[in-house]
């Protein structure tokens, strides 16, 4: 049965022809027993096969068929010839119109509107029975009803089809929107793990430089100094090595993985950790925390954190070999701020925010869109006088928190 009807589906003018043929059989056999003369029943074979036409092409030329329809029956009204079977193709084609989206309404109604009419003027063309006219006013009035029932079948398939094509239409409207969400999506975790790639390997990289550099210096006279900058240097490269297997790991499965090979995201408390191994490579940083310290959301912890390693690792690549700075966290009642502050040369603090010295210049556009991420405010530049200051205001609640 399922086949049937996807055939059906397949082929519905097919399906059309084959009871075209059918009617144009039936109602052959029937102008055949008319009585009359020959030349009538000829002239009764022009509508039938007009109708078996409408019922065959209903489909494919639903209005060229509905005014085909329209002459057929003119054209039996005007020789007389008396209803036949084959005038059920009204009824058809009045049903097919009612439901074609694609015809204009005034077409639908004018279809309705002969539809209704044919019943009264076959009275009229054939005249009452004068001996009981209410009764023929009955039959013509019951046989209109029909051509509305179709008209209305018609019309509530229009209807519900449009209803689905609607649905359809915001069906793949909403895919789309979800396709360049997803897109978007994407694009901003690739821009949010190229932020904490450059993080994590600029500063960690400085600092296993400047150790190096150090080592290497005071070998020979101090090897108990050059003992601790490469242990520094080992534990630096072993840190920057568990970020980058943290962001790995999200890369791979969506989700932080928990090992002993992996450390959590960098919160507020670890960037008196961070000063502390920036201390140790050789930069004098004096931190300061004001106000009552609390939790925070995720987002801002992170925030504040890169903030903090990106201002002091541009001090120590850009700020001079005497440069020291200063930290500053003030927990207010509704967000954080942040305050880096250094007397080396701002300038080229400048041309890294340009993209000159750093060659690619991340480093404080990444912090603006880190910011930016959280609702927050960021403001950068030279400061008064000499060195460079960064200062950041950080909402409780803002963007993606």
Same mark, same amino acid.
């Given at each position: 049965?399922?086949?049937?009807?996807?055939?059906?589906?397949?082929h519905?003018t097919g399906?059309d022809?084959f009871?075209?043929?059918?009617?144009?059989g039936?109602?052959?056999?029937?102008?055949?027993?008319?009585?009359?003369?020959?030349?009538?029943?000829?002239?009764?074979?022009v509508?039938?096969?007009?109708l078996?036409?409408?019922?065959?092409?209903?489909?494919?030329?639903?209005?060229?068929?509905?005014?085909?329809?329209?002459?057929?029956?003119?054209?039996?009204?005007?020789?007389?010839?008396?209803?036949l079977?084959?005038n059920?193709?009204?009824?058809?084609?009045?049903?097919?119109?009612?439901?074609a989206a694609?015809?204009?309404?005034?077409v639908?109604?004018?279809?309705?509107?002969?539809?209704v009419?044919?019943?009264?003027?076959?009275?009229?063309?054939?005249?009452?029975?004068k001996s009981?006219?209410?009764?023929?006013?009955?039959?013509?009035?019951?046989m209109?009803?029909?051509?509305?029932?179709?008209?209305v079948?018609?019309?509530?398939?229009r209807?519900?089809?449009?209803?689905?094509a609607?649905?359809?239409?915001?069906n793949?409207?909403?895919?789309?929107?979800r396709?360049?969400?997803?897109?978007?999506a994407?694009a901003a975790?690739?821009?949010?793990?190229?932020r904490?790639?450059?993080? /994590?390997?600029?500063?960690?990289v400085?600092v296993m /430089?400047?150790?190096?550099?150090?080592? $290497?210096?005071v070998?020979?006279v101090a090897?108990?100094?050059?003992k601790e900058?490469?242990?520094?240097i080992s534990?630096?490269?072993r840190?920057?090595l568990a970020?980058?297997?943290?962001l790995?790991?999200v890369?791979r499965t969506?989700?932080?993985?928990?090992?002993?090979d992996?450390?959590p995201?960098?919160?507020?408390e670890?960037i008196e950790v961070?000063?502390?191994?920036?201390?140790?490579?050789?930069?004098?940083?004096d931190?300061?925390?004001?106000?009552?310290?609390?939790?925070?959301?995720?987002?801002?912890?992170l925030?504040?954190y890169?903030i903090?390693?990106?201002a002091?690792?541009?001090t120590?690549?850009?700020?001079?070999?005497e440069?020291?700075?200063?930290?500053?966290?003030?927990y207010?009642?509704d967000?954080?701020?942040?305050l /880096?502050e250094?007397?080396?040369?701002g300038?080229?603090h400048?041309?890294?925010e340009?993209?000159? $010295?750093?060659g690619?210049?991340?480093?404080l556009i990444g912090?603006?869109?880190?910011?930016?991420?959280?609702?927050?405010?960021l403001d950068?530049?030279p400061?008064?006088?000499?060195g460079f200051r960064?200062?950041?205001?950080?909402?409780?609640?803002?963007?993606?928190?």
């Amino acid at each position: 049965m399922q086949r049937f009807y996807d055939f059906l589906r397949r082929h519905p003018t097919g399906v059309d022809s084959f009871w075209a043929v059918v009617l144009f059989g039936i109602s052959t056999l029937e102008v055949a027993s008319l009585s009359g003369s020959t030349a009538h029943r000829l002239l009764a074979m022009v509508p039938v096969a007009a109708l078996s036409t409408v019922v065959a092409l209903r489909r494919k030329h639903t209005a060229a068929m509905l005014w085909l329809t329209i002459g057929a029956g003119a054209f039996q009204l005007a020789v007389g010839v008396e209803p036949l079977l084959a005038n059920l193709a009204m009824l058809v084609i009045l049903y097919t119109v009612a439901a074609a989206a694609e015809l204009p309404r005034w077409v639908s109604r004018t279809a309705l509107g002969f539809g209704v009419l044919a019943s009264p003027l076959a009275a009229v063309r054939w005249g009452f029975n004068k001996s009981d006219p209410a009764n023929d006013i009955f039959l013509t009035v019951m046989m209109m009803v029909p051509f509305a029932l179709a008209w209305v079948l018609g019309d509530s398939v229009r209807t519900r089809r449009a209803y689905f094509a609607q649905l359809e239409e915001r069906n793949r409207r909403l895919e789309k929107e979800r396709e360049a969400q997803a897109k978007v999506a994407v694009a901003a975790e690739r821009a949010r793990i190229a932020r904490e790639l450059h993080d /994590v390997v600029a500063h960690n990289v400085s600092v296993m /430089v400047v150790q190096a550099d150090g080592a $290497a210096y005071v070998m020979d006279v101090a090897p108990e100094q050059a003992k601790e900058a490469l242990q520094t240097i080992s534990g630096t490269g072993r840190q920057a090595l568990a970020e980058m297997r943290r962001l790995l790991g999200v890369l791979r499965t969506g989700e932080p993985q928990e090992s002993e090979d992996y450390v959590p995201q960098p919160d507020v408390e670890q960037i008196e950790v961070l000063i502390e191994q920036v201390r140790q490579a050789g930069l004098t940083v004096d931190f300061q925390v004001e106000g009552t310290p609390r939790p925070l959301p995720s987002g801002v912890e992170l925030t504040a954190y890169r903030i903090v390693q990106e201002a002091l690792t541009n001090t120590r690549k850009h700020g001079g070999p005497e440069a020291e700075a200063s930290v500053r966290l003030v927990y207010f009642d509704d967000g954080l701020g942040l305050l /880096v502050e250094d007397d080396g040369r701002g300038a080229a603090h400048e041309l890294y925010e340009d993209g000159g $010295a750093d060659g690619a210049g991340h480093g404080l556009i990444g912090m603006r869109e880190r910011v930016g991420m959280v609702g927050g405010t960021l403001d950068a530049g030279p400061r008064p006088g000499g060195g460079f200051r960064i200062s950041a205001l950080l909402p409780l609640k803002g963007k993606g928190n």
